[in-house]
């Protein structure tokens, strides 16, 4: 079930981009390379994208935007904690966190939920030490980001356009994942 509805929000994405790429709506180019990873496949841009506005919080309820993460490559992912993929992939983005986080590089793990009470105790339970705490309780960053639905993945350079993105959940603590961050930590 979980393939099937994976593999008609990829139809649906690749279609919803072929079309405004077509009337010009949307800047950047077309898919360039599907990468495997894990059971989970990341769509890259020919040419990278530009990204609207998207405000959130932080922790202590601090505004920020994705500017405030420029020079920094970004791995956004919008989720929730009552998301089972979203549940599932988690652990994963933690520990690439854990392993390559620092000044040049960032999960960005941006939750849709509106209590933030939610998400400190769903990094409790699942053991979660790495990423911060960051909350979209408007739950307007799918639309602005045109991500049709959660979990959603965004690679971002470092001055803040959209590399590529996989939708559904993923291993993201692979190999290939380390590549694709390198060879963006180098373009960018």
């Not at 530009?50 to 989720?79: C, H, M, Q, Y």
């Not at 983005?93 to 769903?122: C, H, P, Q, Y």
């Not at 045109?146 to 291993?171: M, Q, S």
Request: net charge negative; proline share 6%.
């Amino acid at each position: 079930m979980v393939v099937i509805a994976s593999l008609v929000a990829i139809a649906f994405f690749l279609f919803t981009y072929q079309r405004e790429n077509a009337t010009g709506k949307v800047s950047g180019g077309t898919l360039n390379i599907a990468i495997d990873i894990g059971n989970q496949r990341f769509m890259r841009w020919s040419t990278p994208r530009d990204l609207p506005t998207l405000p959130f919080k932080g922790e202590a309820d601090k505004a920020l935007s994705l500017a405030d993460f420029r020079g920094k490559v970004v791995l956004l992912n919008i989720w929730a904690t009552w998301c089972p993929p979203c549940r599932e992939e988690m652990p994963s983005l933690d520990r690439l966190n854990a392993k390559r986080g620092g000044a040049d590089f960032e999960v960005v793990a941006l939750s849709i939920d509106r209590d933030t009470a939610l998400v400190e105790s769903f990094y409790e339970e699942f053991g979660i030490e790495t990423l911060r705490g960051y909350f979209d309780p408007s739950a307007q960053a799918p639309n602005l980001l045109r991500a049709p639905g959660v979990p959603t993945t965004l690679l971002i350079d470092r001055n803040g356009r959209e590399i590529g993105r996989a939708l559904g959940p993923a291993a993201w603590d692979g190999e290939q994942v380390e590549a694709l961050i390198d060879r963006t930590l180098q373009g960018s």
